[in-house]
């Protein structure tokens, strides 16, 4: 199975920060990664896939990078909606895997 | 729109049975994959099962293999899972999630059936 790391699990940031998340996978899933935004009692949405895609309807702070084992989203200019935890996930092979996430908390 | 939506969750005892329902709408059901996607309290997302859209290609989570059985009805846009011997361990909530025609990822996600295995 591939396992997907993320660091850090949790960061503080202002409204108006730059904020990078990374996540790390085991083997090389080529550019196979899709990140999610989840809140509270709600299900995960879709940020970005393919590693650096936007998906339709998130705004253009967000971005994604990477390909291989390494990978980031980085949020320019957070803004209070974006407080939230967020989840890399993989879809190059089965088991389909998952980071353990990173809480984006208000500081 | 497309609509996942979830039933069928609830407090069971350890060893029990359970079986989920995920009704869809907003989309051509039968050509489009999906999965069952659990996530415990306090963790993250984990994938569990697959199916293919018409039904021929199925695969397991370790974690659930043999214990759990993915269905499909095309004919009622309609997703299933019937849980088997049932741990304390398999508490979440339960998501079916579709994955994106062309590039693999979870494009739509319902809003979960909460799962409670105690006794």
């Known amino acids: 199975d591939i396992q997907m790391t993320q660091s850090p699990s949790t960061l503080s940031a202002s409204a108006g920060d730059r904020v990078t998340i990374t996540c790390r996978a085991s083997?090389?899933?080529?550019?196979?990664l899709a990140w999610y935004q989840q809140k509270p009692g709600k299900a995960p949405k879709v940020l970005i896939y393919?590693?650096?895609v936007l998906e339709s309807g998130v705004p253009s702070r967000f971005s994604g990078s990477g390909s291989g084992t390494e990978f980031t989203l980085t949020i320019n200019s957070m803004q209070p909606d974006d407080f939230a935890t967020y989840y890399c996930?993989?879809?190059?092979?089965?088991?389909?895997?998952f980071g353990q996430g990173t809480k984006v908390e208000i500081k | 729109e497309v609509q996942l939506v979830e039933s069928g969750g609830g407090l069971v005892q350890p060893e029990g049975s359970l079986r989920l329902s995920c009704a869809a709408s907003?989309?051509?059901?039968?050509?489009?994959?999906l999965n069952w996607v659990r996530q415990a309290p306090g963790k993250g997302p984990e994938w569990i099962s697959y199916?293919?859209?018409?039904?021929?290609?199925?695969y397991y989570a370790d974690s659930v293999k043999g214990r759990f059985t993915i269905s499909r009805d095309n004919a009622k846009n309609s997703l299933y899972l019937q849980m088997n011997t049932l741990r304390a361990e398999d508490t979440a909530v339960y998501y079916c999630?579709?994955?994106?025609?062309?590039?693999?990822?979870?494009?739509?996600w319902g809003q979960g059936t909460l799962v409670t295995v105690s006794s």
């Open positions: 999630a579709r994955t994106h025609g062309n590039f693999r990822f979870f494009d739509y």
């Open positions: 083997q090389s899933i080529s550019s196979w």
């Open positions: 199916i293919s859209g018409s039904g021929s290609a199925i």
């Open positions: 996930q993989q879809y190059n092979s089965y088991p389909r895997t």
């Open positions: 393919k590693a650096s």
């Open positions: 907003g989309f051509t059901f039968r050509n489009y994959e």
